[in-house]
């Protein structure tokens, strides 16, 4: 069977620019001082990604959480079909690495996921451990996926596996109590022994990095903060490599809008 050399070559060129800026992105995670945790905001849409890069930031996160409400969704309802072309539209429009919140995969294979976030254009991934139901997975099975996943995008993709034991989780006591530490550790260490770059341990109190650090958790480690915590500095003191916001940014943006539109509504007279 004869093959197209022209799309053969097209292929071989789109896979080489994906492992140039995966490596990118893979690179920025590693050899940062302690108080410069890499900051990835979280562009809902092309236009808040060209913004956020021409900020100077060298690479976004999109989360699908703020993708959903833009797109008229509840967040953990966006059609796959939906959520893989705004990432699309958003990794087209700026020049900087894109890694895609693709929440806990869909359903999809390891092969047809890989394939369906690299055609999209990003360059990374963030994978979520709460199954259908909003139950935690079982933590080998997520880890035994995580390495399909590892398996099939090779150093293609920059995999951050989120763990949702703060979320979701079983362990005791609260915060940053010891129970809850321990049970997202262990998911942690899992999770990364299965070829995850990055974990995230999402919505762990800013007093819980340096005690999931003491738990053995070693290599970059996600974090989201809320109003209230520590400085980006002190948060990458404290434990943190990486920080994105989840739909922090979109939300703090519609603030301004809400003030805009009724300022709007008052010079029309048409004020609620």
Same mark, same amino acid.
């Given at each position: 069977?004869? #093959? ?9 060129? +789109?896979? *080489?620019?994906?492992? #140039? ?6 690179? @920025?995670?590693? &050899?940062? !001082?302690?108080?410069? !945790?890499?900051?990835?905001? /979280? ?5 808040? +990604? ?16 703020? %993708?959903?409400?833009? @797109?008229? =969704?509840? &967040?953990?309802? #966006? ?10 539209? %958003?990794?087209? $429009? ?5 890694? *895609?919140?693709?929440?806990?995969? =869909? ?14 254009? *990003?360059? /990374? ?18 880890? &035994? ?10 150093? $293609?993709l920059v995999i951050n596996a989120r763990?949702?034991? =703060? @979320? ?15 049970? +997202?550790?262990?998911?942690a260490r899992l999770y990364a022994a ?5 974990? =995230?341990? %999402? ?22 903060? @809320? ?11 404290? /434990?943190?490599?990486r920080i994105t916001f989840g739909p ?18 008052? &010079?029309?007279? #048409? +004020?609620?």
């Amino acid at each position: 069977m004869s #093959t197209d050399p022209t799309a053969a070559t097209a292929t071989s060129t +789109a896979a *080489a620019t994906a492992g #140039t800026a995966a490596a990118t992105l893979r690179a @920025l995670h590693h &050899d940062r !001082p302690a108080d410069r !945790p890499l900051v990835l905001p /979280g562009p809902w849409d092309a236009f808040s +990604a060209r913004a956020f890069e021409e900020a100077g930031f060298p690479a976004l996160a999109t989360p699908s959480a703020g %993708i959903a409400a833009v @797109l008229g =969704y509840a &967040d953990g309802q #966006t059609p796959p079909d939906e959520m893989f072309a705004a990432v699309a539209r %958003i990794a087209r $429009a700026v020049s900087v690495p894109v890694t *895609a919140d693709v929440e806990a995969g =869909y359903g999809l294979s390891a092969k047809e996921l890989v394939a369906r976030v690299l055609e999209a254009g *990003a360059v /990374g991934v963030n994978l979520e451990d709460t199954a259908p139901g909003r139950v935690l997975r079982d933590p080998r099975e997520q880890a &035994d996926w995580l390495a399909e996943v590892r398996e099939e995008a090779g150093p $293609a993709l920059v995999i951050n596996a989120r763990v949702d034991t =703060y @979320l979701h989780g079983s362990g005791s006591g609260s915060g940053s109590g010891s129970g809850r530490v321990a049970e +997202a550790a262990e998911r942690a260490r899992l999770y990364a022994a299965a070829g995850a770059d990055c974990v =995230y341990p %999402i919505k762990a109190p800013a007093a819980a990095l340096p005690r999931l650090r003491e738990a053995g958790v070693e290599g970059p480690l996600n974090f989201l903060p @809320l109003p209230g915590d520590p400085s980006f500095a002190e948060l990458g003191r404290l /434990g943190a490599t990486r920080i994105t916001f989840g739909p922090g940014l979109l939300h703090r943006s519609l603030a301004g809008l809400g003030e805009l539109a009724r300022g709007l509504a008052a &010079d029309a007279g #048409t +004020a609620a």
